[in-house]
């Protein structure tokens, strides 16, 4: 066994360190055949709906639930089984919800960290972090309670207009669940861990830096701006890739209140759009896992599955390049 | 030699961890145990039935009893994880070999309004052109307490409550592609409560806080479905990987035989005789 790469290559090794080395390689190791053995299980499985639609998967055309209800009643015999799927609703509400919720979450955990770091007294501090830290912790089928319980009845029957819902009628029913309703949810979801992460960044840029700055003669804002957010943007970016990918794996909450309707909200429709109802990927497998023993609908939600773990992966991988090139205007430690 | 000591400790504490699992069924040997899981509709049924059955046989079998869904039960007997599978739907042609479908009781399946919205009644061409997304506003539906759009909420395409809707109520005419699909019972249930422009499909165990619609003009009750008079109303299933066997077979025997379990049945449900 080599020792090179150890810092004490001088002295004999502790064997006790040794087998510690050892043992921990092997769960990294492990951990590695368990990703890629998960993406070659999820592949294998999803693989028949994807061939047998081509690239038509990603298009758009029917109605995703007419199509869902034709595989699920696909007849017994394999060569007969229904694939015909055009998911593009589905992609397409995931990346709305998405990417509306980690925007606004964004800019308001931007904002409120620069508050707690910057500007707010000490006392305050002292109170928001542990509460940030819960907010951060609550589990996602409470938020999705209150919603269902309170804000989706809300909007349905106090902030929709009637005018409204007969206007779209024939096409969709707007009955609360709804795009807003999901990104409002989903924002308040991701905020406090954005905020969380921002805080700790900002934080640890070096006070040195700031007062440079200030003793410049610019004031505590501009100073912030100009250098303790951009000394701190790779923590601001990896804050981002954590919320978005919590928020592309959010299942139960969006399936309670965004809609469980494979539609696809249309902007042209202006303020109603936000109202109309779109079921995210995630969702739509957790509301159709109930059927995943009939073979042809199991290989579709696979194939679901398989969408969001490229995503996650492609979502970690444009972190890691968005970092690496912002690397050099900040500090190397982190 | 210390640490070779801990390494056995350790070992043998990952064998107990694994043999964990393993010591359950060994333990259950001395008595047969049921497994049970699947549908949410027959779960609280198939409890109160087990419970009374361990007290007449006086503990003679163990039972576990899971949920899940329809497919989910069907898909675990069929795999052989289960003893019986629950359903509430019919079987379908696309379901594994080699399944006995074992009829255990009746359901009604009850048409429901918000209780600011009692409708007097529907029919089935009401029923159609409503769920169908024909007639969109309840100014169309005669009887309506409610003025405005018609908020659909139906089951989502695995669920067997939404199966047996489509071949009891709708026939052969499609659902409105535009209707919100819940995941149970129980969310369709809290939709029509808080929405009073909506109308959805329920199990007769979950109107409690909306308005049941007579259909056919025959209320959805359980003495109508007892009487036959409700037209709506759909099967119960245990199934089983071929004809039940052993404990098994007395089980299931007893539940569609004995006075007492038709009693417990009769309590929300109907009993096949």
Not at chain 1, 297 to 316: D, E, R, V
Not at chain 2, 125 to 131: E, H, L, N, P, T
Request: net charge positive; aromatic share 8%.
């Amino acid at each position: 066994m080599s020792t090179s790469g150890s810092p004490s290559a001088a002295q004999p090794r502790n064997r006790t360190d040794q087998r510690a080395e050892v043992l921990l390689g092997a769960l990294a190791c492990a951990v590695l055949v368990l990703i890629a053995f998960m993406i070659v299980f999820v592949f294998v499985k999803a693989w028949p709906s994807f061939a047998d639609n081509g690239l038509a998967w990603f298009g758009a055309g029917g109605n995703v639930d007419e199509q869902m209800q034709n595989i699920f009643n696909s007849p017994a015999d394999p060569s007969d089984y229904v694939y015909t799927m055009h998911a593009w609703p589905l992609l397409y509400a995931t990346a709305l919800i998405t990417g509306i919720s980690v925007l606004l979450a964004t800019a308001i955990s931007l904002l409120s960290a620069i508050f707690i770091v910057e500007f707010a007294p000490v006392f305050m501090q002292r109170l928001l972090r542990p509460v940030i830290r819960l907010l951060a912790a609550v589990p996602s089928v409470v938020y999705g309670l209150i919603g269902i319980l309170v804000l989706v009845p809300f909007f349905g029957n106090h902030v929709i207009s009637d005018g409204e819902k007969e206007s779209v009628r024939y096409v969709i029913q707007l009955d609360g669940t709804s795009v807003l309703v999901g990104v409002l949810v989903l924002t308040v979801m991701i905020t406090p861990i954005m905020v969380a992460i921002t805080t700790d960044a900002l934080r640890s840029v070096p006070r040195t830096w700031t007062e440079g700055a200030a003793a410049l003669g610019v004031n505590r804002f501009r100073a912030l701006r100009t250098v303790g957010i951009r000394a701190a943007r790779p923590a601001i970016v990896a804050a981002g890739v954590l919320a978005t990918a919590r928020a592309l794996g959010e299942a139960i909450m969006l399936s309670m209140v965004s809609g469980s309707v494979g539609f696809a909200p249309n902007p042209l429709d202006g303020v109603t759009f936000l109202f109309e109802p779109a079921r995210t990927l995630a969702a739509t497998v957790v509301d159709n896992s109930e059927g995943l023993s009939v073979k042809p609908f199991g290989q579709t939600i696979y194939a679901f599955a398989a969408i969001l773990l490229i995503s996650s992966a492609f979502l970690s991988f444009a972190g890691w390049v968005a970092r690496s090139s912002m690397r050099k205007y900040t500090l190397q430690a982190r | 030699m210390k640490n070779r000591l801990r390494r056995v400790g350790l070992l043998s504490a990952l064998a107990l961890v694994a043999a964990a699992p393993a010591t359950v069924p060994a333990v259950a040997v001395a008595k047969p145990t049921i497994t049970m899981s699947g549908s949410t509709t027959v779960a609280p049924l198939a409890a109160l039935l087990a419970r009374k059955y361990l007290k007449v046989c006086d503990h003679c079998v163990n039972f576990k009893l899971l949920q899940g869904g329809s497919d989910i039960g069907v898909a675990d007997v069929a795999a052989g994880r289960v003893t019986i599978g629950n359903s509430s739907r019919d079987p379908k042609p696309s379901d594994p070999g080699g399944l006995v479908f074992n009829k255990i009781a009746h359901d009604a399946l009850c048409l429901v309004s918000n209780k600011a919205n009692p409708i007097a009644g529907l029919d089935q061409a009401g029923v159609q052109a409503i769920f169908g997304g024909s007639v969109r506003s309840w100014s169309g539906v005669p009887g309506a307490a409610q003025t405005g759009t018609i908020d659909v909420f139906s089951r989502t395409p695995a669920s067997g409550t939404q199966d047996a809707f489509q071949k009891i109520f709708m026939g052969s005419s499609k659902m409105f592609s535009g209707a919100s699909q819940k995941g149970s019972n129980g969310l369709v249930e809290q939709s029509v409560a808080s929405d009073p422009g909506g109308i959805g499909y329920v199990s007769l165990a979950f109107t409690k806080n909306v308005h049941t619609i007579p259909y056919k003009g025959v209320d959805c009750t359980l003495r109508n479905a007892k009487s036959g008079q409700y037209g709506g109303v759909r099967n119960l299933y245990m199934v089983t990987r071929g004809a039940p066997t052993g404990a098994t077979a007395k089980w299931i025997n007893w539940i569609t035989h004995s006075k007492a379990a038709s009693k417990v049945i009769a309590t929300q449900w109907v009993p096949l005789n």
